[in-house]
Every structure is written in structure tokens, then in C-alpha cells.
């Protein structure tokens, strides 16, 4: 396995990464190996998902992924993530930062301005306006978005779709050009790793993309606000 450098190692302390992408993006497969070298780096390492990362969010999660929801109206879906985010941040990502250590989000606020937000439909500014007072405005540090195309994507998917994963192809392309969108809008806080390559040479761009990013003061480690 490739190992973090000691420079990059102590960038990471007490950051808060957030790994977004499009389903099929490969991003969990990046999260988990990264979380694992960060670990044997030495590093004190707090792993969490989105929805779920808590008793109350493992539950929201079952009632959002569950296909008997269909009839489940979309602003009563964001507000379901908002919902599970808001006990994330205040039981588990807010104690870990201010004990100096990394947290690593599998999804956050980003996921929600691309597949409620350009996906589904609705407004970023209400979705921005309920984030903020979910999270109390905290914001990641960096976004990491792992970008691919659909023909990529669909053989990486799981042949059993949760109940947003089988959603139709067109909103798969709005979900995707949300986040490039995302980035070119927050560039500071936000960078594109093309994901389409083998996992090898993915996270060798992630290690070379964070390295750029914290190792060289591009990332003070206070941009915690959110949509910034």
C-alpha cells in the first residue's frame, strides 16, 4: 500500500475532508483505503457517512434508502439528510475537530445541493439556508470530488440500487454537473480528481492533490463555513 508522507501526515491533523462523487464514482473504495494509510500513518483518524454515522442517522438512513418510501416528497428527503447531518456534526464531527483529530465524511452537504438540489429540484438557497442551521455552519476543509463519466460509473454501480441510486439516467448527468459546478465555484475548497483511471493511480492523484492543497498553505484548516 502507498504510504502517506510524514509532511502530509502532519498537514492532516485535525482537518476535515469530505469524499463526494456521483454513485459508481469509486470515491467509498478511495475513502476506505486513504482512512487505512492515514491510520497506519499514525494518525488519529474519526470515519464518518452520510446519511448514518449515528444511532438516529443509521435509522433516517433505512427510511431514505428504503424503495417502500417512494412516495416520499423530496423537500421532506432533504430535510430527512439535513436531519441525520445535524446529530453528525453536533454527537461526532464537532468532539473530533476539537480534539485534533482527522474526520473523514463519506458525503455532506455537497451530496445534498447535487441530488436533491440539481438532481431533484429544489432551490440551493433553501438548501444552503437549512444546512447552515443544521451544521451550525460547518464546513469541510477540502472537497474531493472524484469525478466520472456515466459509461464509467454504470459498471461500477451495484447491481441492486438503493432507492436515489435507481434513479434515471438524466438526473445522474444533473448530479454530476453539480459537483464540477460546485468546484468551479468554490475552487479553494473544492478539487476534481478524474476518477475513471484504475484505483492505483486514483489515489495517487488524491495523495498528490492533498499534498498540493495542505503542504503548500493553500488550506489553513479554518474554511469551515458551509457552500464555501
Known amino acids: 500500500m502507498t504510504t502517506i508522507s510524514p509532511t502530509l501526515t502532519r498537514a492532516l491533523a485535525g482537518q476535515f475532508l469530505v469524499f463526494e462523487g ?33 444511532g438516529i442517522g443509521e435509522a433516517i438512513r ?8 417512494g412516495d416520499m416528497t423530496l423537500r421532506c428527503e432533504m430535510l430527512l439528510y439535513m436531519a441525520s447531518r445535524a446529530q453528525l456534526v453536533e454527537q461526532t464531527i464537532r468532539p473530533a475537530l476539537d480534539a ?12 445534498t445541493l447535487a441530488y436533491q438540489g440539481a438532481g431533484g429540484g429544489l432551490p440551493e438557497h433553501e438548501i444552503l439556508h437549512v444546512a447552515d442551521a443544521a451544521t451550525g455552519g460547518l464546513g ?23 432507492r436515489i441510486e ?3 439516467d438524466d438526473f445522474r448527468v444533473r448530479v454530476r454537473q453539480s459537483y464540477l459546478s460546485q468546484a468551479q465555484k ?34 489553513d484548516g479554518r474554511a469551515r463555513r458551509v457552500g464555501t
Open 22 to 54: 456521483p454513485d459508481g464514482s469509486g470515491k467509498t473504495t478511495q475513502f476506505n483505503r486513504f482512512s487505512r494509510a492515514c491510520t497506519d500513518g499514525g494518525l488519529d483518524v474519526c470515519e464518518v457517512r452520510e446519511p448514518g454515522g449515528t
Open 62 to 69: 433505512h427510511l431514505l434508502l428504503d424503495h417502500t418510501h
Open 100 to 111: 485534533g483529530k482527522l474526520v473523514l465524511a463519506d458525503r455532506f452537504v455537497q451530496s
Open 140 to 162: 469541510p476543509d477540502l472537497v474531493l470530488i472524484f469525478d466520472v463519466d456515466e459509461r464509467t460509473a454504470a459498471q461500477r454501480r451495484d447491481p441492486n440500487p438503493d
Open 166 to 168: 435507481a434513479r434515471p
Open 186 to 219: 468554490h475552487p479553494k475548497t473544492h478539487a476534481v480528481l478524474d476518477a475513471t483511471c484504475d484505483a492505483d493511480a486514483v489515489f495517487g492523484r488524491l495523495l498528490d492533490t492533498l499534498a498540493a492543497r495542505l503542504t503548500e498553505g493553500q488550506s
